[in-house]
């Protein structure tokens, strides 16, 4: 009996921190996630969010700070906010379009197989180019910022970083991890 007694309770404590840890475990899976960037990440929510005001809400938490709503992420943003893929194409860009030592048949050759590889899934600009024409510095707070939406996952965001420097960028998220990812960011300085 005292044996059927001590089975009992024990499995009556194991029941109840199981369903302790259940509990627990929904509570912090309904909370948006913040990562050591500061940036919040989404996350579901038993709040009535819908996933495009969720994306929206992402994007414009990467310009916030809690002393600025307008304010540019800090420096090599595109390992923080963009997919694997579309960071890989901006760093080929880059190399290919910015400060080089190719001559010029390796250019041409380095062009080919750039175009090769891309032209498929990026509309392909002949010019080194960064998130959002941002320069290859910080930035700090921005002039003015808008953030509108396009349609699903697109979205129109102007920045005007100062110095008669103005850019407009349609930007296109998708979904990762729980989180959201900038897959495209096709830039017009005004």
Same mark, same amino acid.
């Given at each position: 009996?005292?044996?059927?007694?001590?089975?009992?309770?024990? !499995?009556?404590? =194991?029941?109840?921190?199981? $369903?302790?840890?259940?509990?627990?475990?929904?509570? *912090?899976?309904? &909370?948006? %996630?913040?990562?050591?960037?500061?940036?919040?990440?989404?996350?579901?929510?038993?709040?009535?969010?819908?996933?495009?005001?969720?994306?929206?809400?992402?994007?414009?938490?990467?310009?916030?700070?809690?002393?600025?709503?307008?304010?540019?992420?800090?420096?090599?943003?595109?390992?923080?906010?963009?997919?694997?893929?579309?960071?890989?194409?901006?760093?080929? !860009?880059?190399? =290919?379009?910015?400060?080089? $030592?190719?001559?010029?048949?390796?250019?041409?050759? *380095?062009?080919? &197989?750039? %175009?090769?590889?891309?032209?498929?899934?990026?509309?392909?600009?002949?010019?080194?180019?960064?998130?959002?024409?941002?320069?290859?510095?910080?930035?700090?707070?921005?002039?003015?910022?808008?953030?509108?939406?396009?349609?699903?996952?697109?979205?129109?965001?102007?920045?005007?970083?100062?110095?008669?420097?103005?850019?407009?960028?349609?930007?296109?998220?998708?979904?990762?991890?729980?989180?959201?990812?900038?897959?495209?960011?096709?830039?017009?300085?005004?």
């Amino acid at each position: 009996m005292k044996k059927t007694y001590l089975a009992a309770c024990i !499995s009556l404590v =194991l029941m109840a921190s199981c $369903n302790q840890r259940k509990d627990s475990t929904q509570h *912090a899976q309904n &909370k948006p %996630k913040q990562d050591t960037t500061g940036l919040v990440h989404a996350e579901s929510s038993s709040s009535a969010v819908t996933p495009q005001e969720t994306a929206e809400q992402w994007l414009k938490s990467i310009f916030k700070t809690k002393d600025s709503e307008k304010y540019f992420p800090d420096y090599n943003v595109e390992e923080k906010l963009c997919t694997k893929r579309y960071q890989d194409f901006i760093a080929e !860009s880059g190399e =290919l379009y910015g400060p080089s $030592n190719l001559d010029d048949s390796q250019f041409l050759a *380095a062009e080919k &197989k750039y %175009k090769a590889k891309w032209s498929g899934i990026y509309p392909i600009s002949e010019q080194e180019m960064w998130l959002f024409g941002r320069g290859n510095g910080d930035i700090g707070e921005l002039k003015a910022l808008t953030i509108s939406k396009v349609k699903d996952l697109v979205f129109r965001v102007v920045i005007d970083y100062g110095a008669g420097i103005k850019t407009e960028n349609e930007v296109t998220l998708v979904a990762e991890d729980g989180t959201y990812k900038i897959d495209y960011c096709k830039t017009e300085f005004l």
